[in-house]
Nanobody, 121 residues
Framework: QVQLAESGGGLVQAGKSLRLSCRVS????????AGWYRQAPGKQRELVAT???????NYLDSVKGRFTISRDIAWSAVYLQMNSLKPEDTAAYYC???????????????WGQGTQVTVSP
């Protein structure tokens, strides 16, 4: 019922910035949070950042201080500002809607197509 479309990825040099966008369409009926995941080839998908309806955010340790997750008031879009990018940030990035309780995030939306982020040294 909810469709997610990620965009904003690309190829950048280390130290540069990218801003990922997630367009949310369709009926939005469940959840109290949104999150960004990433998955590199041969690696498990990992949760990068979450934001709750009350504005509380959580981040993967390796991106703290560099990435910022945000959303619009109506939850029609979720963003991930990525600064000081490193080659290890290279991955396909996916947004999600879900529920976060006790600092644990549970995605409930179907995955979009993702957007590729490639960071060169």
């Amino acid at each position: 019922q909810v469709q997610l479309a990620e965009s904003g990825g690309g190829l950048v040099q280390a130290g540069k910035s990218l801003r990922l966008s997630c367009r949310v369409s369709g009926s939005i009926s469940t959840g109290n949070a949104a999150g960004w995941y990433r998955q590199a080839p041969g690696k498990q998908r990992e949760l990068v950042a979450t934001i709750r309806a009350d504005g509380r955010t959580n981040y993967l340790d390796s991106v703290k201080g560099r990435f910022t997750i945000s959303r619009d008031i109506a939850w029609s879009a979720v963003y991930l500002q990525m600064n000081s990018l490193k080659p290890e940030d290279t991955a396909a990035y996916y947004c999600s809607l879900g529920t976060e309780t006790a600092d644990t995030y549970y995605p409930s939306s179907r995955w979009g197509q993702g957007t590729q982020v490639t960071v060169s040294p």
